[in-house]
Structure formats: structure tokens, C-alpha cells
């Protein structure tokens, strides 16, 4: 009987998961309801970017996705409850002030503070800064009291989607501003280094677009640099550009390696089921460049020995890797590596290991740190400097525009490719960013990998940075098209026997 009730408590203990609405309703069900994404990650004690996730098609686990079931079904019975109670006569698209909807990063301020373009009272913040929403408010400050139209709220905007976290806003009157340093300033007031550098190049060659191209790619990475340092104005930490470095990361010989493991993962399940699959090789866009918010160590990389690690720093790792038992349906987070014992390994790959050893996964045993080259770091180091090269990666997929996208393409993989030991990039000399960026694509798609053995298809191979066949709707899993957190179809092709045709009778000879 003890073994019966074993399996009765772990019946019980089973929790199904409380169903939530499509991510489309949940953002409707906000903002009917007059409220910003900061106001509801205040409510639930989450970030704004987190509740933007989750709009998007994510989803929470655990007590979080309580609460936030919790809020959508009761937003979802007071939106039902007003629309039962409105008379039919108010049902006009005009609304009272206190109905006023505005951006998601946008708030309306109790009591008005000066603006930060142009000094007058503002009743609405963007970003956290005072400012006018409509440029005809945003004016030289007149003399004497401020008028008393000057305190009411602005008027009703219609919502729109909020831009990503450190893309240029667009205020509702048209005034586009840019976070430089602790301030905002008018976007017009930014150089766009990178549609100059494609406007002069084609001028320069007369129109020929592959002329143009090929000098964009020629200067891609001094032009990478200074787009860094452009987007570095303004930044919080000082970066050490040539520190010294261990003897890890230094080469063997001379055309050697470094003792650097990156887990560039090149895996293929070892065995189908019987019968015939249809097997699609999708191919992970912009994989660097979506590798560039990492945890990067700022600044000389200083030694430490024990098993603990300091989430707050960032580096290279000795481990002791664990035992991986799941290679029949998922590629090792190492890689394919076949020496036994301890090897030097990135922080991206450390942090996948310590993820899919703890509870919430439990695929593997915890790895054994022996010792540890770190400096303190963030991971929000390069993040300027990747959204504009995502927002030009952008607009010229938008635009159909060719010499932008491999001129961008050429910025940031070019950029990755010289930080360490190269004779075209001696101004930022960084071993360890190249390897740890090299890591965190791979653990990038690792993560994809494990994603879509998650949601139920099959995973048959995994390569390099941005290949992952599948088998399955993977359309339900993955979003297609070419933006970075999107998939496109590299190949599709077919392995095995339809059963059918191999069961079938041979035909009797004539």
C-alpha cells in the first residue's frame, strides 16, 4: 500500500497550470483598462520589460503566473461589468479626461515639473524625464504665472506599441528623443553614423550598389568602433581596453589556440523513430548580434580559487563539467567535447550549466568550479551599441535596403570576430569579450534548442550559432520572418521510409 500512496501524494502535489489568454488580449485587457506596464510590474513586483515579454507571447510559471492570471481575469470581469453598466447613448468614441490613455513608458505626473527641453510645467514623464507631449506646449517659458491651460492634462492619444528598451520614443506630437547620459535630447540632434557612412558610399561610387557595399565592408570595423564609442557617451562604466591577461587566454603557439572552451555546440540526434520525417533546418537570425547583451567583465580579469560563483562578476571559469544524460534528444550544453575532466569554460556557458542543474529544470548535477579569472561586470554593457545596430538592421530589412543590412551585418560580426588577437583592431584589445560573446550565441541557441524539445517537436541537430533542425509545427513555436528574435527556413528536407509505401505488396509482374 506504501507504494500506492506514493503515487496518490504525487497525483496530488500535480498542479495543471492556470491557462492564460492569448498575448494579444493580454495587452488589451491592460490598456482598456487605462494602465502601463510600469503600473503592473509595480503591482506584481516585476520589471516593466518582463510584463512587455509576456504581451509578446511569453509566458510565466509558478506563483508569478498565478498573480498574473489572477490580473487578467479580474480586469477581464470589470471591463465586462463597465460595458453591462454604459448606457447605449455613451457609447461614442469620446472619453473624459480621466479616461486618458497614454504610451506604455509614458506617465501623467500628479503635480507638473519642468520639462527637460524646455523648462515649463509638464504634466506627463517619458522614460522617467518631464516633457511636453505636444510640441506646440514645448516653447520658450513666458513671463509672469503660468497660465491655467497650461495644467490640464494633455488630450486623449490613441495607444500604439512602446519601443523597445533604449530605442529612440516618439512622443505623440511628433518630438523624438533620445537618452544621452541622465538626460533626453531631440533625436534630430543624433548623428546617424551608420546611414551616413551608406548615403557617402553610394555618392562616392555613383549609385553602384555593390561597390558601396564592398567599401562599407572594408571599413566596417573601425566604423564598428566608433558607433561604440559614440554609443559609450554618456556610460556609467569606464572599460579597460588593454588589460592584461592570464595565460589562458593566450595562445599555445602560433597558430594555436588559447585554452578557452566556447561550446560551440555540433550535434545530431543520434536516432529517429521508424518512418519518414520531414525535417526543417531554420536558421537564427542576427546570432552575434543578439549575443552582445552578455555579462562582461569591465575591467582586469583577477584570480580566485573555490567552488562559488559571484553572479555579480563575469569571466572565464576551470569547472569540473557534469555528466549529460539527455544526448538521445538534446545537445550537451558543453558542446561536443570528448576529453574527460576539468576545462577552462566562458560565463555563459558556467550560467547554462548552473540553470539546467537547479531545481527548475534538474537535467544535470551542478558543475564543479576549481577556479575563477573575473572583474566585476554588466550585461548591459554593449546594449547601446547593439539597438543601433539592431534599429538599422531594421529599417533596411523595412526598406529592402541590401547595402545597409551587410554593412551592419559586417559592424557587428567583424567587431566580435577582432577583439582579440588582431592586426585590424588594436584599439580595443579584449580576449575574453570575444570568447564570452562567442559563448552566449551558442548558449543562445542551446536555450532555442531546448525550447522547442519543450514545446513538443523534435529536435534533430544543433550547429554553430544559428542552425537548428526540427521536425513538427515549429511555426507554433518559433516566429518567422528576419528580425533577430525571429526564424527563417535555411533548408527543408525528408529522412526515413513512409511505413505505407515500404508495407506495400510489390507489384505482380505483367
Known sequence: MADFDAIDALLAAVRQETPLPPAGERRSLRED?????????????????????????RDPGGEMRERYAYFLEGARTK???????????????????????????????????????????????VEGFPQHLD????????????????????????PRQSAPAGKPE??????????????????????????????????????????????????????????????RKGGRYDVVAHPWLPDILRKQSARGADQVWEARPKWSRPELPSGEHEITALDINGAYLSALKTHLPLGQLEHTVGDHHDRRRAGLHLITPPAWDHGAYLPDPIGNR???????????????????????????????????????????LLEKFRIALKDARDRAIADGDEVTLEYV?????????????????RELYRTDWMHLIRSQAFANLWWKAHRAYDEGLMVVRAMGTDELHVTGDWRTVFPEGRGVTEVKVKDVYTVGTDPSIANEPPESAS
Not at 39 to 51: F, I, K, Y
Not at 100 to 119: I, M, N, S
Not at 186 to 208: R, W
Not at 352 to 375: A, N
Request: glycine share 8%; with cysteine; charged share 20%.
Open 338 to 380: 570528448d576529453e574527460p575532466g576539468p576545462l577552462w569554460v566562458t560565463e555563459p556557458t558556467l550560467r547554462l550549466l548552473l540553470r539546467v542543474s537547479g531545481p527548475k529544470y534538474g537535467l544535470c548535477d551542478p558543475p564543479q568550479i576549481h577556479e575563477s579569472w573575473t572583474s566585476g561586470a554588466t550585461e548591459g
Open 79 to 125: 471591463l465586462d461589468a463597465t460595458t453591462a453598466a454604459a448606457p447605449a447613448s455613451e457609447a461614442t468614441d469620446d472619453k473624459p479626461a480621466e479616461a486618458e490613455q497614454t504610451e506604455d513608458d509614458t506617465d501623467v505626473l500628479a503635480v507638473a515639473q519642468p520639462c527637460v527641453l524646455c523648462g515649463q510645467p509638464a504634466r506627463h514623464q
Open 135 to 158: 510640441p506646440a506646449e514645448c516653447a520658450p517659458a513666458p513671463a509672469g504665472p503660468v497660465p491655467a491651460q497650461a495644467e490640464k492634462p494633455a488630450p486623449r492619444t490613441a
Open 33 to 57: 483598462l487605462n494602465l502601463s506596464r510600469a503600473q503592473l510590474a509595480q503591482a506584481l513586483g516585476v520589471s516593466p520589460s518582463t510584463v512587455g515579454g509576456w504581451e509578446s507571447g
Open 409 to 425: 551585418k559586417a559592424m557587428y560580426s567583424k567587431f566580435v570576430s577582432t577583439l582579440g588577437e588582431s592586426n585590424y583592431n
Open 170 to 231: 516618439r512622443a505623440a506630437g511628433g518630438v523624438k528623443v533620445v537618452p544621452v547620459g541622465r538626460r533626453v535630447q531631440a533625436a534630430s540632434d543624433t548623428p546617424d553614423l551608420i546611414g551616413s557612412a551608406v548615403a557617402a558610399a553610394l555618392a562616392e561610387h555613383s549609385g553602384d550598389v555593390e561597390a558601396a557595399t564592398a567599401a562599407l565592408i572594408k571599413r566596417a570595423i573601425p566604423d564598428a568602433r566608433a558607433l561604440l564609442d559614440h554609443t
